[in-house]
């Protein structure tokens, strides 16, 4: 048996920024070794769509939706059997089942196996599901899927899934719930020492859910003498010893996701703790003492936003110096408590915009409050360039704590800003799966 495993990007086209896709590692882990495997990953190289095979996997997100239907109806009507999995598929089984004739909802682990030997013996069900949450002590992940393929120079691992917090705009707390599991610690330094790789991203959606298992886990590090990046809350100033020990254990970067500069869109996305134990300037403080780099997001539409607020953000992460940051419309995906508001209040300009051929990506999905939708689509747009004009670029890098701390800091600085930039320009206003309908691909 031959399984090809696919990752689609957005569109049909490579990417500067590819990633190791974590899951593909999971999935070959628990594939029985007696199957034949095979990735493409969309974002280095074309997917042969001609490819002979006995089953698809394909791990879909929502951006992703549109050019995965498209390469399983190709698949399928050469009577290849595509399952799909992932957050997409999760949140919207029944559209994802147009596509596909098998779909696993939730985790991987407790149902792969299942799914291999039932499509091994030609009997595949429509939909499967875990009976609840894998314990995450054994994992193991099968990087041998990846030999071959040009990866940005990281190493991706995890840690611990689910978040603490349940914002309104985030679909993690709709697909794990209340679930909060780590790998039990011993096991994760085992796997990163035996990685051979000196930069590591841990892929957790926050690093920090447990004040004592964050401070078991960054203690656990110093020995490996190994840079690593993560995605961590802002509270986790609270605790003075975290950020001295994230600095001792090896953190280079982390991404903080500060969404707004405004209180009152903080309250109504559900994230007023964000400034509850420290300002946002007295936290940047911190984490500038302490030497690690700041990658921070932004997200614009909430009813406080104005056509001001695009430019007040990108002011605040040029003067404090980020290593990097984002700035989007909110955009409501399948699964966050947004999705079904925005709906509900008959606001969204592509209700399904994921699968819309007019939506471009960068488009704004809804008409906000104080502004236009078409106000919101170029408000981000021009933070992102305005972000990351050269003058920036040079000004941002002149932080001596931080993106200039050392020539390992100043090579990552620069990669990563020159890098998003080549990635804002060339994403901007594409349609997602190309020009083409998913239905059409298979005709």
């Known amino acids: 048996m031959k399984i090809a495993f696919i990752r689609p990007n957005m569109y049909a086209g490579r990417s500067s920024d590819a990633m190791e896709p974590l899951c593909f590692a999971i999935l070959k882990g628990l594939t029985p070794p007696d199957v034949e495997t095979v990735l493409y990953d969309e974002r280095l190289e074309e997917v042969p769509l001609d490819e002979t095979c006995d089953l698809v996997a394909m791990t879909v997100e929502t951006y992703t939706a549109r050019r995965a239907y498209a390469i399983a109806d190709r698949y399928r009507s050469r009577g290849i059997p595509v399952v799909m999995g992932g957050y997409h598929p999760t949140f919207l089984p029944e559209e994802a089942a147009r596509h596909a004739d098998a779909v696993v909802v939730g985790d991987a682990e407790g149902i792969w196996p299942r799914v291999v030997e039932e499509a091994r013996a030609g009997r595949l069900s429509s939909h499967y599901k875990a009976d609840g949450f894998a314990d ?9 899927i990846f ?8 190493a991706l691992v995890q840690y611990s899934r689910g978040c603490k917090f349940n914002c309104d705009f985030c679909s993690i707390r709709a697909f794990y719930g209340a679930n909060l599991r780590q790998r039990p610690v011993d096991e994760l330094v085992a796997e990163i020492a035996g990685l051979g790789q000196r930069h590591i991203f841990f892929v957790d959606d926050n690093i920090f859910i447990n004040p004592k298992k964050a401070k078991e886990l960054f203690r656990a590090l110093i020995p490996l003498k190994i840079r690593w990046s993560c995605q961590v809350s802002i509270d986790i100033v609270k605790d003075p010893e975290l ?15 500060f969404e707004s500069l405004d209180a009152a869109n903080l309250k109504q996305m559900n994230k007023g703790w964000n400034q509850k134990f420290a300002s946002y300037e007295q936290a940047l403080s911190q984490f500038a ?10 997200v614009f539409g909430y009813d406080h936003d104005t056509p001001a607020s695009f430019d007040a953000a990108v002011d605040f992460a040029r003067q404090n110096r980020f290593w990097l940051a984002n700035f989007n419309p909110l955009t409501p995906t399948p699964g966050a408590p947004l999705h079904d508001r925005l709906i ?3 606001r969204m300009v592509f209700n399904e915009w994921w699968l819309d051929p007019n939506f471009r990506y960068g488009d704004a999905t809804f008409e906000p409050r104080a502004m236009t939708a078409s106000e919101l689509t170029e ?8 972000f990351n004009t050269w003058g920036s670029l040079i000004g941002r890098f002149v932080a001596s704590r931080t993106n200039a701390g050392s020539p390992y800091r100043a090579w990552l600085y620069w990669l990563g800003n020159l890098v998003s930039r080549y990635e804002i320009y060339r994403k901007q206003g594409r349609a997602l799966g190309g020009e083409a309908s998913p239905d059409s691909a298979a005709r």
């Open 136 to 144: 995450l002590a054994g994992a193991h992940y099968d990087r041998s």
């Open 147 to 154: 030999a071959g393929k040009k990866y940005a120079p990281v």
């Open 243 to 257: 950020l001295p020990l994230m600095k001792a254990s090896g953190c280079a970067t982390a991404l903080i996701g």
């Open 289 to 298: 003492d302490v030497g690690i780099m700041i990658y921070g997001t932004f």
């Open 344 to 346: 509900a209040e008959g």
């Open 379 to 386: 408000g981000c747009f021009r933070a992102r360039r305005a």
